[in-house]
């Protein structure tokens, strides 16, 4: 097995850790390093305690998932009927968002930690047995997390009597085929059970009653998991010691595009601001070249974009999604000021038409034609109508009014995240949202790109 | 005190809340509901249409199309639901006339138009397509989408009778879904995706469902249609009138549907009590047959050995001559009718009140392949009390093939966790892996199965839990009736309170036992014709040489006959042996009533004329009759029924009104009590090196409706003989191979093919299959047939 000196992109600086602090080793995916490290400790811990006093432990700790939607890992675990097994827990490793590579640096880097952490949520919330479900892409990440699990089966802390106890669960690999919705997590579980990746309808909003083979399921991002080895250990009091009570702990931030030095950034949740992130000496030093910001995407390809004056935003869910966007899942796509926005739309939009699904019809059509429509502007062939028509299709997959930010420079105030849809799940208006950003915030430069057509009377008013 | 009392008064006068009951607001009006409703269906019921494409009454909704889009008022304001998906709650407040909803209605549809080919002018859909009526209804009224469109080929054909045109779907999930959860043959599914998703079959791996029409009809564009019909009408220049399809005996109602005086097709109708709006593909495109050029158009009489066209006068007269010789000659006895079950409760009257006239009780509608009509005694189960029963025993045939649409109900029934179905059969059904149990045994073991597995304890306990219907019918054509007879019997000791729901498949069968065709047994009538004592045999749509078990009876029996007379559509192998062959009206072609298994009398109705000088089976009866000087007094197919209802005590709580009023039918109220058990006829040994016979239906076989419809002709799987894998090793003949099968009387070269859901010892063939010989092996008079199988 080749190893990387680092993980590409991972910069450390000197801030609390609590998910990245082993990325500094180049065998951090070992068994040997991780017990060197204090791995396993947390799952000691827990075991040592009853299950309801872990549960309260990270409900205390206000644990928020890392997936996107930001729900406190705690109460999600609640919710799951009494009475009724078995019950699963699946682990979405299924990271697709645009700009987003955080799970799977933590897969590839620390796949005990994951292991471990699986392993406390099953204890934790009464769960019979672990799906871990990773992206059909990240050949590297299944194969460490493969070889971590084996190490992990024969130092006996999965399978039966877990560390002497009485306490026994199964971890199953299952590797995706390659499709985005299957992030979404109703999605997940219908491939997990060998159908169509096509997400579930709503309600249930939440699998937690009815889920994998219609047991009760709890569904985790990679991250959110990670974090509870460390809560263990630490405590809850340590844990929202670090950033704010209503986002406490660290969050990972994947920052790529136009900075000086992308990569993945462990920050403090809540606290650290935009500008903190792309100009910070510790993070991202700047725009290349040290340029103009021309706009942001402050979460994954989905969120709406930001222009330089959000810059002074938080991390903090109940800040960004006021301000018209979302944290999502934690990745930050920087633009400057030589970026083509029509260009930069069609490429997100594409990704969403391309992922379809195909299950309903906004998605399925609206985003194959706004990318058709986009497609057709940025080829210089389209005419001031189709601006109008973007929107037109837009709204016929989110009706009403769209999220976006404000600018002053526009006279524009923020219109507040979420969005109404006419869809089944978020593919759909993920397509949308870049276009609706785009047109919204730099309508100048479609209308450069676009023929002026001069419509033509029907009846000859002539005076 | 007193107003204690007045309380109490009236809550007695008051009927008791329904703890389901809850009252929604749509579009400011109150409308009552049922907790666990869709929006949409209580939408439906106050008259606020919502446009949808995905949702269908009948199977699960997806939600897929979001064309039913509707605002409900919630916690933050009006927001946009899906009324398909979205159950009522008490209070709730839709609105479905916004300028929102309008918007969302409008930008959905735009959508769907999108891709949509836009060949209305050439697409059978047009004129009845829900897309284009609904893009009038709540589209927006132009086309912006100046792209160009999706192209695929087109159409490509999905199974030997329908075709999928790609670029006119609009990937709503209805037929696939019905194929997966109605159907139970998920052999079409969504492949791609996003933008490039689409219907389509697994390589190589045809759409071959018995219940393909179905999507086609509820296919919400034209991107499904269906050989028979392609291109063969315009939607407003058909006619249509409601009716009973007599295929089977299930009674599914249907829409005949003609232009031109032409049948062009069959469309369910949604029967609540019957077919839910599903039919058989043999049902829904038999019509072909009706159109055949093979249809008998003039009579035929047998002039030296060669037939010759004749008049109805003439033919009608010989035919009288002929039956008044018999009687002047043998007496009454040796006068015998076989038939009635192919044609309606009139046809069938009519023939058994000339029978009765003439003195002869040498009468049988069944061909040897039913049950004896004491089955009916039994107290009765009907379609909708068998698929909610708790549990369900079968005794008897493969459903699938025989009864379809029942199959589909008793299907649902087990899917949806509603029954439990304990299976008996010498051979695995299309029921099989729906049922709860199944039990196999050899033909002639069925009272010990039924002994031994309805005493276990967890299916003593099953049939304690709530009601048990016995689906009863015949499921072996080369063993006795009378192991299942005895079976049932066995069943009605143990379930006492069970209730039997007879499945005879024959059309018409029930109806025509009821009016009285079922005086005597075919078995008896062909054994006294073989020994010449039948001078005239009257066949009312009967075919024993293809239809009789015992081929070699039929044979010596039809030989021995001096006179037939034969009333059919078609020139069929017993016909050519009649003196006489008269041309039958055929379904479609006349009025009247039929009677379903459950004892349900629905109406027939006539949508286009006769062929040539075809005439119904009640008609020539009549005539008939006059010629013989009995006057039978009626004049009309109105008398018949009229006269049928009064006389027949089966019919006799129905009458004309009410069966005009009741468009699913009307049940027949039962009569008899429960009939002796006979004693369990003793079964002999089977020989180490011999297969006992087991000879089943398929749908699709050689009868005459699927043999002259050219869609279906091809269907039928062909004559073999079915062994189990293991037997078929031990044999040592390869699959495919020809095997020389050795019967008590005679025996017969035929392909032998290798099928797990044979049970071992046994060889199953299914019946009446173009090239079959396999009646040459049946003795009618056995309890049960053997063959021996040999390498050649």
Known sequence: MTSYAHAPGFIAGDRPQIVTSRFQYDDSFTLERYLATGGYQGLKKALGRTPTDVHDEVKNATVLGRGGAGFPAGTKWGLTPQGKWPRYLVVNGDESEPGTYKDRLLMERDPHQLIEGCLIACYAAGLSQCFLYIRGEMAVAQERVATALNEAYAAGYVGKNIMGSRFSVDIVLHWGAGAYVVGEETALIESLEGNRGMPRLKPPYFPAAIGLYGQPTIVNNVETLANLPWLLVNGAEKYTAIGTKTSPGTRMVAVSGHVKRPGVYEIINGTTTFRDLLYGDEFCQGIRNDNQLKAFVPGGGSAPWFTPEQLDLPFEASQVGPAGSMLGSGAVMVMDHTTDIPRAALTLTRFYAHESCGKCTPCREGGTWLERILSRIVDGKGTDADLDQLLEVGESICPGVFPHASSSELGLSAVPFPYRMNTICFVGPSAYAPVHSALTLFRSEFEARVTKRTRIPVSGSVS | ?792
């Open chain 2, 1 to 792: 005190m007193t107003s204690t009392e007045t309380n109490v008064t009236s809550d007695e006068n008051q009927p008791p809340v329904d703890p389901n009951a809850v009252t929604i607001s749509i579009n400011g009006r109150q409308v009552a509901a049922r907790k666990g409703e869709l929006i949409i269906a209580a939408a439906d019921r106050s008259g606020d249409y919502i446009p949808r494409f995905c949702y269908h009454p009948r199977m699960s909704p997806v939600g897929m199309c979001r064309q039913c889009l509707v605002e409900v008022e919630g916690p933050r304001g009006p927001m946009m639901v899906v009324s398909c998906m979205t159950p009522v709650a008490d209070g709730q407040i839709v609105r479905t006339d916004t300028p929102q909803v309008k918007r969302a209605h409008e930008g959905i549809l735009e959508l769907l138009l999108a891709n949509h080919p836009l060949d209305c002018p050439v697409c059978d859909k047009g004129g009845e397509c829900p897309l284009q009526d609904q893009a009038f209804s709540h589209g927006p009224g132009e086309s912006r989408f100046v792209e160009e469109k999706r192209h695929y080929e087109k159409p490509i054909p999905i199974s030997d009778i329908v075709l999928l045109d790609r670029e006119r779907c609009i990937l709503c999930d209805r037929c696939t879904r019905f194929a997966d959860e109605v159907a139970g043959d998920a052999l079409i599914h969504f492949t791609s995706r996003g933008n490039n998703t689409q219907v389509l079959t697994f390589p190589d791996e045809p759409f071959s469902s018995y219940f393909s029409g179905n999507t086609v009809q509820i296919c919400p564009v034209g991107a499904l249609t269906a050989k028979p019909y392609r291109f063969k009408a315009r939607p407003w220049d058909l006619e249509k009138v409601e009716s009973t399809c007599t295929t089977c005996s299930v009674g599914c109602r249907i829409t005949v549907e003609s232009s031109r005086d032409q049948l062009l097709r069959y469309q369910g109708v949604d029967s609540d009590p019957v077919n839910w709006s599903w039919l058989c593909d043999k049902g829904r495109f038999n019509f072909e047959a009706v159109a055949s050029d093979a249809r008998l158009e003039q009579p035929l009489i047998k002039r030296d050995g060669q037939f010759v066209e004749a008049d109805w006068s003439t033919a009608l007269r010989a035919a009288a001559a002929l039956v008044s010789s018999a009687l002047r000659d043998g007496g009454a006895g040796s006068v015998a009718i076989l038939g009635g079950a192919r044609g309606t409760n009139e046809d069938a009257y009519a023939w058994s009140r000339l029978a009765r006239a003439l003195g002869t009780s040498n009468v049988d509608a069944q061909l040897g392949d039913g049950l004896p009509s004491t089955v009916f005694a039994y107290p009765q189960a009907t379609i909708d009390e068998a698929a909610n029963a708790s549990t369900v025993i079968l005794l008897g045939p493969d459903l699938k093939e025989e009864l379809p649409v029942l199959h589909l109900r008793l299907r649902d029934a087990s899917e949806k966790r509603r029954s439990k179905i304990v299976e008996f059969g010498a051979k695995e059904s299309g029921l099989t892996r729906y049922a709860w149990k199944h039990t196999g045994h050899e033909p002639g073991q069925q009272v010990a199965a039924v002994r031994s597995t309805l005493t276990e304890t967890s299916v003593v306990s099953q049939l304690g839990k709530g009601s048990v219907v016995v689906v009863v019918g015949r499921g072996n054509l080369a063993e006795s009736p009378e192991f299942t007879m005895s079976a049932l019997a066995a069943v009605m000791e143990l379930v006492p309170n069970a209730k039997v729901l007879p499945v005879l498949r024959r059309g018409n069968v029930r109806g025509a036992l009821s009016a009285g065709m079922g005086s005597g047994s075919a078995a008896e009538i062909l054994e006294r014709a073989a020994a010449g004592k039948i001078n005239c045999l009257v066949l009312v749509g009967a075919d024993p040489l293809a239809d009789f078990p015992d081929a070699d009876l039929a044979r010596r029996a039809l030989t021995a006959v001096p006179n037939i007379v034969s009333l059919d559509t078609f020139m069929t192998t017993s016909s050519s042996q009649a003196q006489i062959v008269l041309p039958a009206a055929a379904f479609g072609e006349k009025d009247g009533t039929t009677t379903n298994l459950e004892g349900r009398v629905s109406q027939l109705s006539r949508k286009v004329t006769t062929r040539g000088t075809s005439r119904p089976d009640w008609m020539v009866a009549v005539e008939l009759a006059d010629l013989l000087d009995i006057d039978l007094g009626v004049g009309s197919v109105h008398d018949v029924f009229d006269q049928m209802v009064t006389t027949q005590s089966a019919f006799r709580p129905i009458d004309r009104s009410a069966i005009k009023a009741s468009p699913d039918g009307v049940l027949l109220a039962h009569v008899g009590s429960a009939p002796i058990a006979s004693p369990v006829p003793e079964v002999p040994e089977r020989a180490g090196f011999s297969y006992r016979l087991v000879v089943s239906r398929k749908l699709y076989d050689a009868g005459q409706n699927v043999a002259n419809s050219p869609s279906l002709a091809s269907l039928a799987p062909g004559s073999a003989i079915y062994l189990h894998p293991l037997d078929l090793d031990r044999l040592g003949a390869p699959a495919g191979s020809n095997v020389k099968a050795i019967g008590a009387r005679t025996s017969v070269v035929m392909r032998v093919e290798a099928d797990a859901s044979v049970h071992r010892g046994t060889a199953w063939v299914p019946w009446n299959q173009p090239g079959g010989k396999v009646g040459e092996l049946i003795d009618a008079s056995a309890l049960v047939n053997d063959v021996r199988l040999e390498n050649i």
